[in-house]
C-alpha cells in the first residue's frame, strides 16, 4: 500500500501579539493529558483551513481525532484555529494546519517564516512552566530556541503562554511545557500546590498528518472528539503499523548513534523500530520500520519518518509504503474501490494497493 504525498518546501512564519484576541477557551479538562492550542492564522489565508462551508476543518478534526475550530473574523488581522484534545492529537491537528498554511502562503506567492501559538497552561501548573526566579522557563527559551510569554492574566483559570518561531522550535517548547502541566494534579479550584518538576525537551520535525487506521475514513466529514480517559485506557495502545523506508533514506531517519529514532520515540510517545536489511530479503531496497502505540502516535512517528527520509530532497514527490494484512486491504480498497478513489480526492495523492 504506498502513498505519494508532495513534501513542503522548506520549515517557516507568522506574526501576530501574543495574547491579543485569546477567545473561544474552554474550562480546564479534569484529563491532564488533555490541551488546548490556538495557532494563528492570518485572516487572508483563514479560507484555506477553514474549506469551503468549514469541510476543511472538518476534515483536520476527523483526521487528527481531536477538536478543531475558526475563530470569528475581529478587529485584527489574524485568526486562530483553536485546537482541544489530547496533546498527541493535537500535535497531529497543529501539523495538519502548518501544512495548508504554508501550501496557502506558497499559492500566494509569500512565504511564513514564523509560526505562533498560544498554549493554555492551568493557572494550578504555571509555576512549574516558570521555575524559581524563572530558570525553568528561561532553559525552555534555551533549549528550544522559542520566544515564550506566558501571560499574567487568566482566561478561564488557565494562563496564555505565546510560542513563536520556527514549527520545530515551537513543538520542542510546547512538548516541554506539556510535560511540566501534566505532573501537576488537576484541581478544580486550581489551588494544587506544586514543588518542582523535570523538564523534559526534545525536538520534533513535525508536519502533516495521514490516518493510518483502517477505516478512517468512513464519515470523515464530521468532527471527531476526543475521547474520555475511560475510553482511553482501552485504546489500541499496542496497535502496530508497518511501513518500508528505502534504503538509501534509512541512515537519515536512524541518525547519528540511533538519534533520530531516539528523537522520533520520545516526540511522539510511539515505539519505532527498524529492521536490518538482512531480516526482511523480501525487501532488498527498502528497510522494514514498525510502530507500535496509539494511532495519533504512530501517525505523528510516520511523518517525523517522512520528514528525515526525505529532508535533502523536499521538492521532490516522495513515496511511502505500508504494510498491510489482506483484511487491511479489502478496507482500503473499499467496495468497487470507492475508498481508494476518496482517499485519493480527499487527500490529492496517488495511492494504490499492490499484492506481494
Known amino acids: 500500500f504506498s502513498v505519494k504525498p508532495a513534501l513542503p518546501a522548506a520549515l517557516p512564519a507568522l506574526t501576530a501579539g501574543p495574547h491579543q484576541g485569546v477567545t473561544q477557551v474552554r474550562a480546564p479538562s479534569n484529563d491532564p493529558d488533555e490541551v488546548q ?8 489565508f483563514a479560507g484555506a483551513i477553514l474549506g469551503k462551508a468549514g469541510a476543511q476543518v472538518k476534515q483536520t478534526a476527523a483526521t487528527a481525532g481531536c477538536k478543531v475550530s475558526m475563530t470569528t473574523r475581529g478587529q485584527g488581522a489574524d485568526r ?16 495538519m494546519l502548518f501544512e495548508q498554511l504554508m501550501e496557502a502562503a506558497r499559492a500566494a506567492g509569500t ?5 505562533v501559538v498560544t498554549f493554555l497552561v492551568r493557572k494550578e501548573a504555571a509555576g512549574a512552566v516558570i521555575g524559581k526566579q524563572g530558570a525553568t522557563l528561561k532553559q525552555i527559551r ?10 499574567r492574566e487568566e482566561v478561564e483559570s488557565q494562563r496564555p503562554c505565546a510560542l513563536s518561531g520556527s514549527l520545530q522550535s515551537v513543538m520542542h517548547a510546547e512538548k516541554s511545557i506539556f510535560d511540566l502541566v501534566r505532573q501537576v494534579p488537576v484541581s ?6 506544586y514543588s518542582g518538576g523535570v523538564l ?6 513535525g508536519g502533516g498528518s495521514y490516518n493510518l487506521d483502517a477505516g478512517a475514513n468512513k464519515r470523515s466529514d464530521q468532527a471527531v472528539h476526543t475521547p474520555s480517559a475511560k475510553r482511553q485506557r482501552v485504546d489500541d495502545s499496542e496497535a502496530s503499523t ?3 523506508v528505502p534504503a538509501q533514506c534509512a541512515g537519515a531517519v536512524i541518525g547519528k548513534a540511533g538519534s533520530g529514532l531516539k528523537e522520533i520515540r520520545e516526540t511522539t510517545g510511539a515505539h519505532v523500530d527498524m529492521m536490518q536489511q538482512a531480516q526482511a530479503p523480501q525487501w532488498p531496497t527498502d528497510r522494514v520500520v514498525t510502530l507500535k502505540g496509539n494511532a495519533a ?15 535533502q530532497n523536499r521538492d521532490s514527490t516522495c513515496t511511502l509504503k505500508f504494510l498491510v494484512t489482506g483484511q487491511q486491504a479489502g478496507i482500503l480498497i473499499g467496495e468497487q474501490g470507492n475508498t481508494l478513489k476518496y482517499i485519493r480526492e480527499q487527500c490529492g495523492v496517488s495511492v494504490q494497493v499492490e499484492r506481494k
Open 188 to 193: 478544580p479550584d486550581g489551588s494544587t500546590a
Open 80 to 95: 486562530r484555529a483553536v485546537i482541544m484534545g489530547t496533546y498527541s492529537k493535537a500535535m497531529v491537528a497543529q501539523g
Open 297 to 311: 502516535a504512530r501517525q505523528a512517528a510516520v511523518l517525523a519518518i517522512l520528514r528525515m527520509a526525505y529532508q
Open 37 to 44: 492550542l490556538q495557532f494563528t492564522v492570518p485572516d487572508k
Open 111 to 115: 512565504e511564513i517564516n514564523e509560526v
Open 200 to 205: 523534559v525537551a526534545s525536538p520534533y520535525t
Open 242 to 244: 508497518k511501513l518500508l
Open 142 to 151: 534555551e533549549a528550544s530556541g522559542a520566544k515564550i510569554q506566558l501571560a
